[in-house]
């Protein structure tokens, strides 16, 4: 029996996402359905997109084979995620997808009435409709709205955090004689596998080798061991 998936494309950087409601006859998402996914979306003739020079996805089988032959095709750099966070804004593109999607699923579920009932062949539209309004939405890292956003050739994105003290240029440096050791991100645990008693901080001392100062940006400090 055919299943139907949901897959996410979103389009630059925090900028614009697609999302298409496809069918897989196999009853698993294949790469040939990821492939047919990604030509509708960027071959659409009412609203054609530029293939991109990137092409960011986790390490599922269903992004090779015929997806990463049809990406090669159109000169696609082809890059694999390491960890969760790098796909960080395609799950919190999902997220939000599925919040209104359920809600409006949800809705449909509290009439009584089998009329009104929603049909298989109507999700379709209603993503659609869910990708149009989120397209259109101003958001708060952007200040606009994405579809007015990937029209730009440039667009400053606020930070993800809220600042804490001074950043960028009037940001408090360390010298180069300091020795330091950094808190590592729960994903990237040096020690092998964490324990709940062991602190999240990198196994080495490292010496501060360079600091890469950027506008309204945290200092980048690089470190030899």
């Known amino acids: 029996m055919p299943s139907r998936y949901k897959v996410s494309v979103p389009i630059g950087v925090a900028l614009r996402g697609s999302a298409r409601s496809v069918k897989d006859k196999q009853g698993i998402l294949t790469s040939s359905t990821i492939a047919k996914c990604l030509e509708k979306i960027y071959d659409d003739p009412e609203n054609p997109l530029i293939w991109p020079?990137?092409?960011?996805?986790?390490?599922?089988?269903?992004?090779?084979?015929?997806?990463?032959?049809?990406?090669?095709?159109?000169?696609?750099?082809?890059?694999?995620?390491?960890?969760?966070?790098?796909?960080?804004?395609?799950?919190?593109?999902?997220?939000?997808?599925?919040?209104?999607?359920?809600?409006?699923?949800?809705?449909?579920?509290?009439?009584?009435?089998?009329?009104?009932?929603?049909?298989?062949?109507?999700?379709?539209?209603?993503?659609?409709?869910?990708?149009?309004?989120?397209?259109?939405?101003?958001?708060?890292?952007?200040?606009?709205?994405?579809?007015?956003?990937?029209?730009?050739?440039?667009v400053f994105a606020k930070p993800s955090k809220p600042q804490k003290g001074s950043i960028g240029y009037d940001e408090e440096r360390l010298s180069f004689d300091n020795s330091v050791i950094y808190l590592l991100d729960s994903s990237e645990y040096e020690g092998g596998r964490r324990r709940a008693t062991d602190m999240n901080w990198s196994s080495k001392i490292y010496q501060i080798r360079e600091s890469l100062i950027q506008k309204k940006s945290a200092s980048l400090v690089l470190a030899n061991r």
Do not use: W
């Open 53 to 154: 020079k990137v092409f960011l996805s986790d390490k599922g089988s269903e992004f090779k084979g015929e997806c990463e032959k049809l990406l090669r095709k159109h000169g696609v750099k082809i890059q694999k995620a390491k960890s969760k966070k790098t796909m960080g804004i395609v799950e919190r593109f999902n997220r939000t997808f599925q919040e209104r999607f359920y809600s409006i699923l949800d809705a449909y579920d509290l009439i009584d009435s089998s009329s009104e009932l929603i049909e298989l062949e109507d999700l379709p539209s209603v993503i659609d409709s869910i990708i149009e309004d989120l397209n259109n939405s101003v958001t708060r890292l952007l200040g606009i709205s994405p579809a007015d956003a990937i029209k730009k050739k440039n």
